[in-house]
Each structure stands twice: as structure tokens, then as C-alpha cells.
């Protein structure tokens, strides 16, 4: 099942590149900052503010966008006082971009040795080195790739 971010009146950079277009929908600094919180559990726009330091003016800015082209959804808390924004399933296939982003991050942006944050499964134990693979499970790379464009 696919799950699409809505896409509306987009301005596409490069409209037949999926990498364009995801970073068109996401793409933007505080954005993938906001939906990596909500994978953390950030659920208020008191929260979001909290964790990332953002401005409410570009928060709420950046909120509505995320709601906007499906990333997030707005849902009534339980007491009715506020607004909680949640990861619809769209949203949700964005993990394994944030775990690349974050794998690439820990090994390209930290001096050896410098603390920094780990991701861990259920198990406790730091997550498995993402790598992509091809339709036979051979590992894929640069070298091993190529685009192929469709008319």
C-alpha cells in the first residue's frame, strides 16, 4: 500500500526526481528537525519548540506545511485545550531517511571519540549500519547503480 504526502499546488525543482521532490516536501532544515522529534515522541507545539529551539513564527510556519503536504496530522488533544500533530504513515516512511541521515551524521560529522547520541532497538543495541541492497540482495552502491529515466 502506498501511502502519498499530498502534494497540491507544488513547485516542483526538478519534477521527474524523486530526491528532488522529496526535498521540496521536507527537505527544509527545521522540517526534517520536526519530524525527527515527532518519531521521538513530540507530539505539542510546545514540544517541538522545546526540543529544537525554533522560533514559534517558523514553527508554526513549518507545522503547517508538514500538515499541509501530509506529513503530519493535526488531532484534538484529550482535554480539548490544544492541537497535537501526529505522523501519518507518510510521515512514518520517513524513518529510514532520518536513520540514514543520522548514520551518515555519526560517521562524517563527529571527531573519533566525540559523544554524541545513539539510536537503539527494542534490544537495547545501537541500530545496524543501513545499506541498500538490489532486487538479489547484493549490496548496492554509487559504482553498482544508475538512474534510469522514464519519458
Known sequence: MTHTARCGDMDWT???CPVARTLD???ERWSLL????AMDGARSFGDFQH???IARNILSDRLR???ERGILKRQTAPSGRRQLYVLTDAGR???TLIVAMRQWGERHAFAPGEAHSVLVGDSG???AELRPTDSHGSTANVNTTAVLRED
Open 93 to 95: 516512511d520517513l524513518f
Open 34 to 37: 520536526i519530524v525527527r522529534d
Open 125 to 127: 543495541l545501537p541500530m
Open 25 to 27: 516536501l521536507v527537505g
Open 65 to 67: 506545511r508538514l500538515v
Open 14 to 16: 526538478d519534477p521527474p
Open 51 to 53: 526540543r529544537t529551539g
